[in-house]
């Protein structure tokens, strides 16, 4: 009583969904689950195709967060731009001609200017990726953190075009991971993002050793059980700002294992204050170090030793 489920798709459901298809179309030869993935992809694909990057439920109306047109007014127009050119570019790898016309000749307006999304002047969509809104310091909003990231990683991962790679790279780099605002994701110690950008970093850029080290600790901080602790971090840090919900923050990132414990720690603010009690009944499921432990073991960030 007196509450409302927000029952219609979204894009930050779509984000992981997506992010999954991704990884596991690019590591799984199994045949089935190909095929799995091929359905799921292109599902989205014809989705988003027809109805001009919009997310519309089955009574026909836009659902409550799921615009990806780069104007669609909801968001910063870099990342619903991300996003779009991300979750298409998968279904042109998996699902052929469709997407990949789409792709081309509407977000990269490569055959001239077309207009073919509603409400909006023909423009590239990679020029939006200067402003995807990521370094907004104390306002900064970290679950479209998560994401950008998810989608960069998609759009990394799907994309053949070497000119369209170093776009999407220097993107990465400045958009993502090194915005300048003093709360980017490098400073942020967040291991599964930091993997994601040593992954698909462009490799000219430095490699990024101190970076990659914390991201290292933090997982050696991870705490081992996942049952709800006693956290109190407002005794041990000052409240400097408040973020975009008006929640206590401070201006140093807070250890992973003082934090709050939950099942996905990566999305989180890593600046949040808390003052929570302990709640050995309630414990988190751990896919959250589970990801980043498999994917720096994958890539050799993370020994069999450690």
């Known amino acids: 009583a007196g509450r409302w489920f927000k029952n219609d798709v979204s894009k930050d459901e779509y984000a992981a969904h997506m992010f999954s298809m991704s990884v596991a179309w690019e590591l799984v030869d199994d045949p089935e689950v190909r095929d799995r993935v091929r359905d799921v992809v292109t599902q989205v694909g014809d989705h988003l195709v027809d109805n001009g990057l919009r997310i519309r439920d089955i009574d026909g109306e836009v659902t409550t967060y799921g615009r990806l047109n780069a104007l669609g007014m909801d968001d910063f127009p870099g990342f619903n731009a991300l996003l779009a050119l991300a979750w298409v570019r998968l279904a042109a790898e998996v699902g052929g001609d469709k997407y990949s016309k789409f792709y081309d000749d509407c977000l990269l307006q490569r055959a001239g200017e077309i207009a073919c999304v509603p409400d909006e002047t023909p423009r590239p969509y990679p020029e939006y990726l200067a402003d995807v809104g990521l370094g907004l310091g104390c306002g900064t909003n970290w679950n479209n953190h998560n994401m950008a ?11 053949r075009d070497p000119a369209l790679l170093a776009t999407y790279r220097a993107a990465l780099r400045d958009a993502l991971w090194d915005t300048g605002d ?3 994701m490098r400073v942020q110690e967040n291991s599964l993002y930091t993997f994601f950008y040593l992954v698909n970093r462009d490799p ?3 490699w990024p050793e101190s970076e990659a080290r914390a991201a290292i600790c933090t997982m050696k901080r991870y705490p081992e059980h996942k049952a709800h602790h006693a956290v109190d971090t407002f005794a041990k840090y000052d409240q400097v700002c408040t973020g975009r919900s008006d929640d206590p923050m401070t201006d140093v990132v807070i250890p992973i294992d003082e934090r709050r414990a939950d099942n996905f720690q990566w999305i989180g603010n890593p600046y949040a204050l808390e003052k929570n009690d302990a709640d050995p009944r309630r414990v988190e499921s751990p896919e959250d170090y589970l990801l980043a432990y498999w994917m720096g073991r994958y890539y050799g960030f993370v020994g069999a030793d450690q």
């Open 149 to 159: 990231q998810l989608g960069m990683w998609v759009l990394l991962r799907s994309e």
């Open 182 to 184: 003093g709360r980017e």
């Open 204 to 206: 000219a850029d430095p």
